[in-house]
Nanobody, 115 residues
Framework: QVHLVESGGGLVHPGGSLRLSCVAS????????MGWHRQAPGKGREWIAT???????NILDSMKGRVTISRDSARNTVYLQMNALKPEDTADYYC?????????WGRGTQVTVSS
């Protein structure tokens, strides 16, 4: 069983930054991939970024330059650094992990971008 817990969300002004964290209940190096998705109010879940077990990353094109995904394997944690936040970034942000073909999700952390 895998548990993922996100944190770091909150209210931020447009142009601000946030770093979201996702702590896993086991070594993140055991996961094939880990990633972040988001779901804005009234919309479907959208993929944002992925990091593989080898450390390779992939970012949604529309967010490249504003978003970075990274990890700290000693802390079993994956991060999503978001800069230059916009009101349209307001959403619930979810961490997920692919553990040998089984996908696990955290419960999400809310990000609100508003002045």
């Amino acid at each position: 069983q895998v548990h993922l817990v996100e944190s770091g969300g909150g209210l931020v002004h447009p142009g601000g930054s946030l770093r979201l964290s996702c702590v896993a209940s086991r070594s993140i190096l055991e996961f094939d991939t880990m990633g972040w998705h988001r779901q804005a109010p009234g919309k479907g879940r959208e993929w944002i970024a992925t990091i593989t077990s080898h450390g390779n990353t992939n970012i949604l094109d529309s967010m490249k330059g504003r978003v970075t995904i990274s990890r700290d394997s000693a802390r079993n944690t994956v991060y999503l650094q978001m800069n230059a936040l916009k009101p349209e970034d307001t959403a619930d942000y979810y961490c997920n992990a692919d553990f040998h073909g089984t996908y696990y999700w955290g419960r999400g952390t809310q990000v609100t971008v508003s002045s």
